[in-house]
Nanobody
Framework: VQLQASGGGLVQAGGSLRLSCSAS?????MGWFRQAPGKEREFVAA????????NYANSVKGRVTISRDNAKNTVYLQMSGLKPEDTAIYYC????????????????WGQGTQVTVSS
């Protein structure tokens, strides 16, 4: 499976962005991770195949919504109330378990899209 993330950009604090991740084929669990300069890649959110179950990191809960359109093989990450500390490269990934948050639990990765939040 090939994944391609898009939708990043420069936004002011408090603003919103919607990231998209297109897959070349059928996927099961899809997740979003982010990596800021000098930091490890961290889990942001994940969604089950049906879309009925989601999992969010505490740092983004209430500000971020993950969703998917299986007909389009696309997963979205709607982000609002963005903060400068949300600045990072955002990666989408495909895995098997929605409850496992380690990056090594995901098998396929997109190339990442840069999100920059200015204060």
């Amino acid at each position: 499976v090939q994944l391609q993330a898009s939708g990043g950009g420069l936004v002011q604090a408090g603003g919103s962005l919607r990231l998209s991740c297109s897959a070349s084929g059928r996927t099961t669990v899809m997740g979003w991770f982010r990596q800021a300069p000098g930091k490890e890649r961290e889990f942001v959110a994940a969604i089950s195949r049906s879309g009925g179950t989601t999992n969010y990191a505490n740092s983004v809960k209430g500000r971020v919504t993950i969703s998917r359109d299986n007909a389009k093989n696309t997963v979205y990450l709607q982000m609002s109330g963005l903060k400068p500390e949300d600045t990072a490269i955002y990666y989408c990934a495909a895995g098997l378990s929605i409850w496992l948050r380690g990056a090594n639990e995901y098998d396929y990765w997109g190339q990442g899209t840069q999100v920059t939040v200015s204060s």
